[in-house]
């Protein structure tokens, strides 16, 4: 008997360490779906949020455990060199694990008030997570688009997840379609660049030009901005920014809140390391369209936010503006740019799930109260809960002794001192007007009512003109003055993620060298 000659299949090498954060995010998340489907009852809620901790904190030490194998061994790579295990990759891995933690302190709370009892959220929490520490870690065009729709498709459900609210499924449709043209673009920029390289290896496109110089780049040059229209509409960078106002107000709370950090660290992780890392040869080409979307994200986000009422609105547009200080540090390049995208990431993560800790717990049963009134006097009757979000909200803007001020600080000096004065200049000046929305809605919280509401009063003129009825502005004002006497019961688990976030953020704005050196050292590490 003749038996045909057999070949084995050649194996990438896996250094398993390397994904290690993903396995586990993964493997919570089937953890917790299995357990659900066959345990009688389903798990319950504190089951549930058990298991997610301990999959975010082992998420968290697996970080802990790479930093100190790069810091002593220095950089890899795995899987034929499409996993990185890197400072850059590891200070990702952080991050995202932290506001998983935080996220699902939050989100407990909150499934508990709605009367939420399956384990949706958890699961889908861990599942985009994973995707976001992955494209932190991809060193291929091809691993950051699996790792992208891993992360975008469990977000796409987890926006609609809660069946009681009807504007999550619209804001679950807005996102998804607008999403998957987003994904078709990114894919049509891996196609374009792959023709005009040879390759989707992001070390092996920048070994080539190295050694290639291109004599017509028009394809290249396609392929770069069709990756940076994919990256954009993730960032919410203008004029890619149009789902976001309606998803971050559609969409529960805490998901709002989880969706806002989580996005932003994996899709600029993965834009740094496309563009900074694999095609920081071809600068001249993507940096003008680095340029105009900073710009044009700074200028827009900070003015329109100015004119919401809606909180989670105003929020969005701060979201957009906070967006375009990261890429100020992105068009940069220099490793100054870098470590300065890198600690803005890491800090603004933190702040964000706090900040919208406190919309949730404001917000109510149902999760309606969202209008600026309901904010009014806040601070006077519940000093912790308005006190927290103050500190939040001014370190957004930037106000010294949090971490948001050296973030904006750290990304502006760096176009200093890449002699990008005019990005710096602009970037100042937005950092000006976004104070004005921030501060406003921290008087409204200081005060008894708000300074828009005090023309509203019954003995106050009423102009001819306006659209509203006196009967309208009547009960606007009876609005108000219930909000004012209103205590918003605060949930212990989402007081402690409120009271992490706000210490994180000012400890480290009054003592920044340990964060400050772990951007730095992981810019360094990236770099190398």
């Not at 932290?98 to 996220?103: A, E």
């Not at 809606?310 to 068009?331: E, F, H, M, P, T």
């Not at 929305?437 to 300074?451: D, G």
């Amino acid at each position: 008997m003749i038996f045909a000659a057999t070949h084995s299949i050649a194996m990438p090498k896996i250094d398993y360490l390397a994904i290690l954060p993903e396995l586990i995010l993964l493997g919570g998340a089937l953890v917790i779906l299995l357990a659900t489907s066959l345990v009688r009852g389903g798990l319950s809620r504190i089951a549930t949020l058990i298991l997610t901790l301990i999959s975010g904190a082992g998420s968290l030490v697996a970080g802990l455990v790479e930093w100190h194998r790069v810091t002593t061994q220095g950089a890899s790579n795995t899987i034929d060199h499409a996993i990185s295990m890197d400072g850059f990759a590891v200070l990702m891995t952080i991050t995202i694990s932290v506001v998983v933690i935080l996220s699902t302190l939050v989100g407990y709370d909150y499934l508990k008030r709605e009367g939420i009892t399956t384990p949706e959220y958890n699961i889908l929490a861990l599942v985009a997570a994973s995707g976001a520490v992955m494209m932190g870690q991809a060193n291929d065009l091809i691993v950051i688009f699996v790792a992208l729709e891993i992360l975008s498709i469990a977000l796409y459900v987890l926006v609609a997840f809660n069946p009681r609210r009807g504007e999550s499924g619209e804001a679950a449709l807005k996102y998804y379609v607008l999403g998957g043209f987003s994904s078709a673009v990114f894919v049509y920029g891996i196609a374009l660049v792959y023709g005009a390289t040879g390759s989707t290896n992001l070390s092996q496109i920048a070994n080539y030009f190295t050694q290639n110089q291109l004599i017509h780049s028009g394809l290249l040059d396609a392929g770069l901005a069709l990756l940076l229209v994919g990256f954009a509409f993730k960032v919410a960078a203008v004029p890619f920014h149009v789902w976001t106002p309606d998803v971050y107000q559609g969409a529960p709370s805490p998901v709002t809140g989880f969706m806002a950090a989580v996005v932003k660290v994996g899709a600029f992780a993965a834009l740094l390391r496309v563009f900074v890392a694999g095609m920081n040869s071809q600068s001249a080409t993507w940096k003008p369209m680095l340029y105009a979307l900073a710009v044009a994200t700074l200028l827009f986000g900070s003015v329109v936010a100015l004119v919401q009422r809606d909180v989670k609105r105003l929020l969005a547009y701060s979201a957009i503006n906070q967006a375009g200080y990261i890429l100020v540090g992105v068009a940069v390049g220099s490793l100054a740019g870098t470590a300065g995208a890198l600690y803005y990431l890491l800090t603004s993560a933190v702040i964000t799930v706090g900040t919208f800790a406190v919309v949730t717990v404001m917000g109510g049963p149902g999760d309606q109260a969202h209008d600026l009134t309901h904010y009014s006097g806040l601070a006077r009757r519940q000093p912790w809960l308005g006190g927290a979000f103050i500190v939040l909200l001014l370190a957004q803007a930037g106000i010294p002794f949090t971490t948001g001020f050296l973030a904006k600080l750290s990304v502006i000096a760096a176009g200093i001192q890449a002699n990008d004065w005019p990005l710096s200049l602009i970037a100042m000046i937005a950092a000006a007007i976004a104070a004005a929305f921030y501060l406003r809605l921290v008087v409204i919280m200081l005060t008894s009512r708000a300074p828009e509401d005090d023309a509203l009063s019954p003995g106050s003129a009423v102009n001819p003109s306006t659209e509203r009825s006196q009967t309208t502005m009547l009960l606007e004002v009876t609005k108000v003055d219930e909000a004012i006497d209103t205590r918003v019961p605060v949930p212990v688990l989402t007081g402690v993620a409120i009271g992490l976030s706000t210490a994180v953020t000012v400890f480290f704005g009054i003592i920044p060298g340990p964060l400050l050196d772990f951007a730095h050292q992981a810019a360094l590490l990236f770099q190398a």
